[in-house]
């Protein structure tokens, strides 16, 4: 049975995205080849195929485009697939450490998946939240930031317990209430936008 | 337009200025601050229809007037890149926004794009508009998950309410938008690679020329543009060219979207007048650094490193003043090394991102940066180091610095240049003694 | 256009590559991932040179440097090296390669211990060793040493991509050129890097190579990573004996290399010809070469007192052939060739049996009708703004005909033609080049080409044309309006139209091609058909043709296997012991056209020369020779002893000067052509004696240590599988 046979309206709203033409239909891929990741963990060689034929193109191509991106995983992930960031800005926040602690309690090597079929780990590349480092992903459903050592054991122990916490989403707030921004101080300076001047929305309005 | 005084006055050049307000930046954090009723409440949606009204040449003019430059790195001028576009082929354009976000250093968008999405849609369609693009797309890093959610949601808001579609507010422009995730390739950064990946292609870097302008995505025209920069657009058209030219410096002109990382007591993003001194960024808004320093990088991992001095610390940050400092504001993301940290320990990190994002495609990146300098690295961070080892780097970076196909494999040398540059001892020490003058250290605390 | 090279002006046509400005100006830039038919893509970075433009003021004239009459525009050099095979060189631009430059000349000292970094160096043990570009470029260019102190890539050196080609991982140094090929040329996405950066290779997701185009990647990777598996570890490049040829297993006549070590046919390659081949040949041409050097015949044959052939030399031969005619007329015995036979051949043909006065000529396959309409040549296809082909498997009849077809649907573009060469980079070329598959229309039974086609309609290709006069429905309507509405068309026709086509055929081809002003392509039965229809080797009146060959009184059937033998004496001329031979009185060791010299016409018409390579074959002799043995047995005159008696007999028949043919050869119409009723004929391009035995290396040396086998060079044995394999 293939995947996609009971999700023709998913693949119609993917297609509808693009060009109604051989090259719009390749544009899907990445995203079919989401679908199916997303749901099964990884992507088989038969769903290669299946998105191969889905995209006019063939399961060659839909291999070097999947294995050029390092999201894509042709092998089963643990349920929880652990990704932590290793570039510079989290590693001066220990992501080094943090790496070593999850390999060594996990006894998960990259690769593999844990007996219990719960862990994986892949160490990855700048995930784009270098203000709160050091920085974790689980699997394709967000980011925890801040994974110091107090941290990293409540997470894993709710992981453990199949209780995953949601992602984190901090939001680096630099505007207080009157719309002016705050100093390390605590001072507020500057002027809010709604001291600014508006332009009118219509043209020919009163300048 | 407002009173004009007969003198220009002082360009604003400090985020304390009473002057200053922030914009790109004024929502986020806001309760409900994603939403449209929230937008709409703010003054949102009214720019596009001052677009509409002025015509489409009005707006490339507008922007044009602004002097704002490209917030994704290289800090091309929006407006003349706007022009690029041809007027009446009679082929469908294309307006994609640069939404992957990879450059260690950089983490402004993502906020842009989770707490304040319709700024950025608005953005896409004036910008849509004044090049005649009936299609855009937002290529967001695969890992974005949540922003990517956020503006899919705010994609069917805005369409649901007619501002996206069949003849926008009344103004007879069409425009349709998408989300294209990513999935994990920083070259996706370089803006042909990110068109070959939208067309579900190995995200290599394409021959220039054509320029995208003359053959982009599906070889029709097509003009990408930073997240922070379609942002940038909307602001100007909401408060005009004069406004946003009042701030920065000569050649840099308006606000930027600054990110500080490291050891600093508030890191996160702030969104301060170009032309801003380090020393203001860093002291004044990040709270100042937890230890002691030896080293900024001042825009990203790819711009060398610059030295941690009253110079680096006084100096502006526009895109000139860094330049003449000797590296590049890129994005606008500063990261600060500590001096207990080793400093080719810390290079090596960022090979080994270069070397692992290397797409392969030409031979200097691919064998230059991912097969050799990542284990010259390793072998030096590791103890393995030789007599010859750092003249050796000096003399690869010199075979493959301007001889790759796109920047990535320069981008790579900015930080392995400059630290041999400015920290010569610690490599030699490693090359003749084996041991690091700054030896490893426990990092990883809870905040 | 003026340009500076190396200090040397030269005036070359607008658009030409800078990589092309150096070769033309006779400099050398070293270059690995450009290929003169794929586009250019700048990935190797060997081809880097220096180069700077004049600028212009804004009035238009030139900024100038020096002062008064002495001042010249001022070059505006770049900050850096670039690629030469992406850039196209302009007025006025000024090139300095390693010739004159240090920069360059390091840039490309290190690209390339870069490009050997993790190259394997394991030369002594490759194919392409001797022939190898990275080894060349290498030593022209290269440090001489690598500073690289880390073990190298480990990856699978016996990567089997199919059959016919296999990957050695390790020596990949990933210019693209095979994944580029195969997506620009054959238009099959069946090979492409996997993974990214220092990780990447090249890899095939489809179960194999499909066989047809695949093996054009083990000529053009530039190192020995794509290697022949059938020649593998045959010979060394220096060991061979080159031979330029043409292939003959098809009508199209693409150029060949063939390869022969100590005797054997060990490997054939593509040989560049604008004109026909380009640079790629067939699979079948490529791989389908063992039958040249396995069980083949090398004395003559003649029957014992049991009744068993055994060998017997020429004279005893010739013996036997005077007994067995013994009291016969010369004009009993029927003579029969195929059609894959020189002109040469054909002629001293044509002639014995005018001395005999057989009525009896034939020769096989061949078509009934003869097409006057106007010829397309291979260029006309490849540059045509629309194509319909009808009853046609190209992959049976003519492949390479199909990459032509396929190189008109991404835009006709032929790269340019210097004093060098081919162009190597023309800029014109883009990867994942736009398809035009509208304008390609398909008619008859499906077939490979249908994939790339815009328009296929199911029919029967025998009513085709007929119909396409007076189109019937909505689909043949649209075929009529793709060639009405083209500048260019080209109709090319296949066996399901041309085989048992009669009646009103010619003149509804002869109507439609008026009418819409198309060219055509007939691809006819065999390599030499068409040439061998401007000769009288068709039946005479009362004659007997092939297919009855069993009623004659007696025959001599040239490389001919109908299966049958004549009623009375039969002597067949054959490479191997076919089932036709086994049937014979004698048979008579024949060489295979890889061995002659000669001269054959294409499906356009080309005239094209064959060489002879060095195989050994034992006494196996030509047809020209085996007639003077024929007519030495019949009592008559031979009528030409040689090739040039041939040719002679040919430049006094038909007026054709074939001893000065050029290598690309000649466009030749004939002015007269002879047909007559032909048997139906279902084109096949690999027999079975093309494949090569699948024997693992383990049971190729078992087989030989069991075999009779000698070391090569040693004089051959009669075939000790006589009998025994079919």
């Given at each position: 049975m293939t995947y996609f046979e009971t999700k023709q309206p998913l693949v119609a709203d993917?297609?509808?995205?693009?060009?109604?033409?051989?090259?719009?239909?390749?544009?899907?891929?990445?995203?079919?080849?989401?679908?199916?990741?997303?749901?099964?963990?990884?992507?088989?060689?038969?769903?290669?195929?299946?998105?191969?034929?889905?995209?006019?193109?063939?399961?060659?191509?839909?291999?070097?485009?999947?294995?050029?991106?390092?999201?894509?995983?042709?092998?089963?992930?643990?349920?929880?697939?652990?990704q932590v960031c290793s570039t510079l800005m989290c590693a001066l926040a220990g992501a080094d450490e943090l790496w070593d602690h999850l390999v060594e309690s996990l006894d998960v090597q990259p690769g593999e998946v844990s007996p219990d079929g719960r862990f994986s780990v892949q160490k990855v590349e700048c995930l784009g939240s270098c203000g709160t480092a050091p920085v974790m992903q689980i699997g394709d459903d967000g980011y925890y930031e801040n994974v110091g050592p107090g941290k990293c054991a409540q997470i894993l122990e709710s992981l453990r317990n199949d209780l995953q916490p949601l992602p984190d989403n901090p939001v680096p707030v630099t505007v207080g209430d009157d719309g002016r921004q705050v100093l390390a101080t605590g001072q507020a300076v500057g002027s809010s936008v709604t001291g600014l001047h508006r332009l009118p929305g219509h043209a020919g309005g009163d300048a | 337009m407002t009173a004009t005084a007969p003198t220009p006055p002082k360009p604003i050049t400090s985020a304390k200025d009473p002057r200053f307000a922030p914009t790109l930046y004024a929502h986020v954090g806001q309760a409900e601050s994603w939403t449209l009723a929230y937008y709409r409440q703010n003054g949102g949606y009214e720019p596009v229809r001052r677009a509409f009204a002025v015509g489409p040449d009005a707006v490339i003019d507008e922007v044009k007037k602004s002097g704002l430059r490209g917030r994704g790195g290289a800090g091309f001028a929006t407006g003349l890149k706007w022009s690029f576009m041809p007027l009446k082929d009679g082929k469908p354009h294309y307006v994609i926004c640069n939404a992957d976000e990879s450059e260690p250093g950089s983490f402004k968008d993502r906020y842009l794009l989770s707490e304040d999405p319709h700024q950025l849609i608005e953005g896409m369609i004036i910008a849509a508009y004044a090049m005649r693009a009936s299609v855009g797309y937002i290529y967001i890093r695969g890992e974005y998950v949540h922003a990517?959610?956020?503006?899919?949601?705010?994609?069917?808001?805005?369409?649901?309410?007619?501002?996206?579609?069949?003849?926008?507010?009344?103004?007879?422009?069409?425009?349709?938008?998408?989300?294209?995730?990513?999935?994990?390739?920083?070259?996706?950064?370089?803006?042909?690679?990110?068109?070959?990946?939208?067309?579900?292609?190995?995200?290599?870097?394409?021959?220039?020329?054509?320029?995208?302008?003359?053959?982009?995505?599906?070889?029709?025209?097509?003009?990408?543009?930073?997240?922070?920069?379609?942002?940038?657009?909307?602001?100007?058209?909401r408060y005009g060219a004069d406004w946003h030219?009042?701030?920065?410096?000569?050649?840099?002109?308006?606000?930027?979207?600054?990110?500080?990382?490291?050891?600093?007591?508030?890191?996160?993003?702030?969104?301060?007048?170009?032309?801003t001194t380090f020393r203001e960024l860093i002291y004044d808004w990040a709270g100042g650094p937890l230890e002691e320093m030896k080293a900024i990088i001042p825009g990203g991992s790819s711009c060398p490193m610059l030295p941690w001095t009253d110079a680096t610390l006084d100096t502006p940050m526009d895109y000139e003043s860094v330049a003449a400092a000797g590296s590049m504001l890129g994005t606008g993301g500063v990261t600060l090394i500590p001096q207990a940290d080793c400093i080719v320990n810390a290079t090596?990190?960022?090979?080994?991102?270069?070397?692992?994002?290397?797409?392969?495609?030409?031979?200097?990146?691919?064998?230059?940066?991912?097969?050799?300098?990542?284990r010259m690295y390793q072998k030096l961070a590791t103890g393995r180091g030789q007599p010859g080892d750092v003249q050796l780097i000096l003399d690869m970076s010199d075979n493959i610095g301007g001889r790759s196909f796109c920047a990535l494999a320069d981008a790579c040398l900015g930080p392995v240049l400059s630290s041999i540059k400015l920290f010569r001892e610690e490599y030699d020490a490693l090359a003749t003694t084996q041991q690091p003058l700054y030896p490893a250290r426990r990092r990883w605390r809870d905040r | 256009m003026k340009v500076t090279v190396d200090g040397t002006e030269i005036d070359l046509p607008a658009g030409t590559s800078a990589i092309d400005a150096v070769f033309s100006a006779g400099g050398d830039v070293p270059y690995f991932c450009a290929h003169k038919y794929l586009s250019p893509v700048g990935a190797c970075r060997?081809?880097?040179?220096?180069?700077?433009?004049?600028?212009?003021?804004?009035?238009?004239?030139?900024?100038?440097?020096?002062?008064?009459?002495?001042?010249?525009?001022?070059?505006?050099?770049?900050?850096?090296?670039?690629?030469?095979?992406?850039?196209?060189?302009?007025?006025?631009?000024?090139?300095?390669?390693?010739?004159?430059?240090?920069?360059?000349?390091?840039?490309?000292?290190?690209?390339?211990?870069?490009?050997?970094?993790?190259?394997?160096?394991?030369?002594?043990?490759?194919?392409?060793?001797?022939?190898?570009?990275?080894?060349?470029?290498?030593?022209?260019?290269?440090?001489?040493?690598?500073?690289?102190?880390?073990?190298?890539?480990?990856?699978?050196?016996?990567?089997?991509?199919?059959?016919?080609?296999?990957?050695?991982?390790?020596?990949?140094?990933?210019?693209?050129?095979?994944?580029?090929?195969?997506?620009?040329?054959?238009?099959?996405?069946?090979?492409?890097?996997?993974?990214?950066?220092?990780?990447?290779?090249?890899?095939?997701?489809?179960?194999?190579?499909?066989?047809?185009?695949?093996?054009?990647?083990?000529?053009?990777?530039?190192?020995?990573?794509?290697?022949?598996?059938?020649?593998?570890?045959?010979g060394r490049n220096w060991e061979y004996d080159h031979t330029p040829t043409t292939c003959t297993l098809c009508p199209v006549g693409c150029s060949i290399t063939v390869d022969a070590r100590n005797g054997r046919l060990e490997r054939i390659v593509a040989r560049e010809n604008r004109d026909v081949n380009e640079a790629w040949i067939c699979d079948a041409g490529r791989f389908g070469h063992v039958f040249a050097s396995e069980e083949r015949l090398t004395t003559p044959l003649i029957r014992d007192e049991d009744g068993q052939l055994v060998a017997a030399t020429w004279d005893a031969a010739i013996d036997a052939m005077k007994r067995g005619f013994s009291g016969m007329r010369t004009a009993d015995v029927a003579l029969y060739l195929g059609a894959d036979s020189t002109l040469e051949e054909g002629a001293a043909l044509e002639a014995l049996a005018a001395a005999t006065g057989t009525r009896s000529v034939d020769h096989a396959p061949r078509y009934e009708v003869s097409v006057t309409a106007p010829q397309a040549t291979l260029t006309d296809v490849a540059t045509a703004d629309a194509i319909v082909v009808i009853g046609a498997d190209l992959g049976e009849e003519a492949p390479v005909l199909e990459l032509r077809i396929l190189e008109a649907l991404r835009g006709g573009l032929i790269p340019p033609e210097f004093a060098h060469g081919t162009a190597i980079a023309d800029l014109r070329l883009v990867e994942r080049p736009a398809r035009r598959p509208e304008r390609l229309a398909v008619i008859g039974r499906e077939s490979r080409l249908w994939a790339h086609a815009g328009h296929r309609v199911s029919a029967d290709s025998q009513g085709a044309l007929a119909r396409l006069?007076?189109?019937?429905?909505?689909?043949?309507?649209?075929?009529?309006?793709?060639?009405?509405?083209a500048e260019r068309p080209v109709i090319i026709l296949g066996a399901d139209v041309l085989s048992g086509a009669g009646g009103s055929f010619s003149a509804n081809l002869t109507d439609l091609a008026s009418r819409t002003g198309a060219r055509v392509i007939a691809i006819p039965a065999a390599a030499n058909s068409r040439g061998l229809?401007?000769?009288?080797?068709?039946?005479?009146?009362?004659?007997?043709?092939?297919?009855?060959?069993?009623?004659?009184?007696?025959?001599?059937?040239s490389r001919l296997d109908p299966g049958v033998r004549?009623?009375?004496?039969?002597?067949?001329?054959?490479?191997?012991?076919?089932?036709?031979?086994?049937?014979?009185?004698?048979?008579?060791?024949?060489?295979?056209?890889?061995?002659?010299?000669?001269?054959?016409?294409?499906?356009?018409?080309?005239?094209?020369?064959?060489?002879?390579?060095?195989?050994?074959?034992?006494?196996?002799?030509?047809?020209?020779?085996?007639?003077?043995?024929?007519?030495?047995?019949?009592?008559?005159?031979?009528?030409?002893?040689?090739?040039?008696?041939?040719?002679?007999?040919?430049?006094?028949?038909?007026g054709l000067d074939l001893s000065d043919l050029p290598a690309r050869g000649a466009l030749h119409t004939f002015r007269r052509t002879f047909a007559g009723p032909a048997a139906p004929h279902t084109p096949t391009l690999w027999t079975e004696r093309m494949h090569a035995r699948p024997l693992s290396w383990v049971d190729r040396i078992e087989e030989l240590v069991h075999s009779d086998w000698q070391l090569p060079g040693a004089p051959a044995a009669p075939p000790a599988r006589a009998g025994g394999s079919d």
């Open positions: 993917i297609f509808s995205r693009y060009p109604d033409s051989p090259q719009g239909r390749r544009s899907a891929l990445m995203p079919l080849l989401r679908e199916v990741q997303d749901a099964e963990g990884f992507v088989s060689e038969s769903r290669m195929a299946e998105i191969a034929a889905l995209c006019g193109t063939t399961a060659t191509e839909v291999r070097s485009v999947m294995s050029f991106y390092s999201t894509y995983h042709t092998l089963p992930t643990g349920k929880y697939h652990l | 990517a959610e956020r503006i899919w949601a705010a994609i069917h808001e805005a369409r649901t309410a007619g501002l996206l579609g069949q003849n926008i507010l009344g103004s007879g422009f069409d425009f349709q938008l998408y989300v294209h995730r990513g999935a994990g390739a920083y070259i996706c950064g370089e803006e042909t690679a990110l068109m070959n990946s939208l067309e579900g292609l190995r995200a290599n870097p394409r021959l220039k020329p054509p320029f995208p302008a003359a053959a982009g995505l599906y070889g029709l025209p097509t003009t990408i543009n930073n997240v922070e920069t379609f942002c940038a657009a909307t602001q100007i058209l030219a009042g701030m920065g410096t000569e050649k840099s002109r308006g606000m930027k979207l600054f990110q500080v990382s490291g050891p600093v007591a508030r890191p996160g993003v702030y969104e301060l007048p170009l032309g090596w990190n960022l090979v080994r991102f270069y070397g692992h994002e290397s797409c392969g495609k030409c031979t200097p990146c691919r064998e230059g940066i991912s097969s050799w300098m990542t | 060997m081809c880097l040179v220096e180069s700077g433009s004049p600028r212009r003021n804004p009035d238009g004239s030139f900024v100038m440097e020096g002062e008064g009459d002495a001042a010249t525009p001022k070059v505006f050099w770049f900050p850096k090296p670039m690629a030469s095979c992406t850039m196209q060189a302009t007025e006025g631009m000024h090139i300095r390669s390693a010739k004159t430059s240090q920069v360059v000349a390091k840039a490309q000292a290190g690209m390339m211990e870069f490009t050997l970094l993790n190259h394997p160096l394991d030369c002594p043990t490759c194919d392409k060793g001797g022939a190898c570009e990275l080894q060349d470029r290498a030593f022209e260019y290269g440090y001489g040493a690598s500073r690289f102190g880390f073990d190298r890539r480990h990856a699978d050196k016996h990567y089997p991509l199919s059959d016919f080609v296999i990957l050695d991982q390790e020596r990949c140094i990933h210019c693209k050129r095979c994944v580029r090929y195969f997506e620009e040329v054959p238009g099959q996405e069946v090979l492409d890097f996997i993974e990214r950066g220092g990780h990447t290779f090249i890899d095939t997701q489809e179960g194999g190579l499909p066989t047809g185009f695949s093996g054009n990647i083990t000529d053009i990777c530039p190192v020995g990573a794509l290697l022949d598996n059938v020649a593998r570890f045959r006069t007076h189109p019937d429905t909505d689909e043949l309507r649209a075929v009529v309006a793709l060639l009405d509405g229809a401007a000769l009288n080797l068709v039946p005479r009146a009362g004659g007997l043709p092939v297919w009855r060959a069993q009623e004659a009184p007696a025959a001599f059937i004549a009623a009375g004496f039969t002597v067949v001329h054959d490479t191997h012991l076919t089932a036709t031979a086994r049937l014979a009185d004698v048979v008579l060791p024949a060489v295979t056209n890889y061995e002659k010299r000669g001269t054959v016409q294409n499906l356009e018409g080309r005239l094209l020369p064959l060489h002879p390579a060095a195989i050994q074959s034992g006494e196996s002799a030509d047809l020209i020779r085996t007639l003077s043995a024929l007519a030495e047995a019949l009592g008559v005159k031979a009528p030409a002893r040689g090739l040039r008696g041939a040719q002679a007999l040919l430049a006094d028949h038909l």
